[in-house]
């Protein structure tokens, strides 16, 4: 992304109401903990006593139900509630203005927004029905001169099966998890183009290209001429000509790029006028960390470097040169 001076001590400014709000969720910890040993012990107590009176089982049970319900409210009276609390402040209050600070025209929704799963679904990278899906820490807005959205998505579909006594039991399995990106590539495609992680070759080496085509039966396999591309990733199309104008050769190394920046899977597709990134990731972008003060200039910059990351993606792939126009 091109430069923009960052001013940290106008930012600490900023961030003191919430760092105030990180402490006093550090200290409601450390109190329930005290809380916490006090019920432990004061139910081991109770336990031993009334096993040295020999008191009914039921009334042991009633004081094991007990305890635990104490040992509930302590949670989330000193733990949940305050961290709950801390973390909308956080993304608020520290996420937002750093966003800010990096792209005054991008908006941040931390709760994320529902109009990413309808991009989601317009990627057609996976066609698995969403039986489950949630979306959080959403950015949208311009970068330059390109419309940018990416979220946080998580979706899952589920399955189930039936023991032989009789019991149904339902799984979850992720489809997909990470960032999600979509970015106006100015340009109204005719066909659709599909950029995905080569596991084939990967796994089988050359062997591994007799499967691709099948994979795919209704596109066409499109073979390229860059060896490091090739071995990262496969490519499927429905117009071969048009796939190979988008990617051109320093596209294709941007794309590597990409992939090496974030050090995760990520996978693209061109429909329509839209360019669509999966980069799948466990890691949970743009969360508070409970020991880390908000005013330490590095961990500042730790997050400066998320945003510039996610954000320099239309950059790092050159969507700001308008190689076409839209019809």
């Known amino acids: 992304m091109p430069a923009k ?139 330059g001169a390109t419309d940018l959205r990416l979220s946080e998505i998580h979706t899952e579909y589920k399955t189930t099966s039936t023991d032989s006594k009789g019991n149904k039991r339902t799984s979850w399995h992720t489809i997909f998890r990470g960032l999600f990106f979509s970015a106006d590539f100015h340009k109204d495609f005719q066909g659709s183009t599909f950029v995905k992680s080569d596991v084939a070759e990967k796994t089988f080496g050359s062997f591994g290209r007799m499967f691709q085509q099948s994979l795919f039966s209704s596109l066409q396999l499109v073979q390229l001429e860059d060896p ?33 920046q974030f050090s995760a899977p990520v996978e693209f597709s061109f429909v329509r006028s839209q360019m669509y990134i999966a980069i799948s990731t466990t890691k949970d972008y743009f969360e508070p960390e409970r020991k880390q003060s908000l005013l330490d200039d590095e961990y500042i910059k730790l997050y400066l470097q998320q945003i510039q990351l996610c954000l320099g993606v239309v950059e790092n792939l050159g969507l700001n040169v308008r190689v076409w126009s839209k019809q």
Not at 228 to 257: C, G, K, N, P, W
């Open 228 to 260: 490091d591309f090739e071995r990262e990733f496969v490519v499927h199309t429905s117009d071969q000509v048009e796939a190979r104008y988008i990617l051109s050769t320093s596209m294709m190394q941007r794309m590597l790029d990409l992939k090496h």
């Open 5 to 143: 001076e960052i001013r940290l001590d106008d930012l600490k400014q900023v961030f003191a109401a919430v760092e105030a709000q990180r402490i006093t969720y550090c200290k409601a910890r450390q109190t329930g903990m005290i809380w916490m040993a006090a019920v432990v012990v004061a139910l081991v107590i109770a336990i031993g006593l009334g096993l040295m009176a020999n008191a009914p089982g039921i009334a042991l049970i009633i004081l094991g139900v007990c305890g635990l319900v104490a040992l509930g409210i302590v949670l989330n009276c000193f733990f949940y509630s305050p961290f709950q609390k801390y973390r909308v402040q956080f993304k608020e209050q520290f996420i937002g203005p750093l966003i800010r600070s990096v792209a005054d025209e991008v908006e941040y929704e931390p709760t994320g927004c529902s109009t990413m799963m309808a991009e989601y679904r317009a990627s057609e990278l996976y066609p698995q029905s969403v039986d489950r899906h949630k979306t959080e820490d959403m950015l949208h807005g311009r970068i």
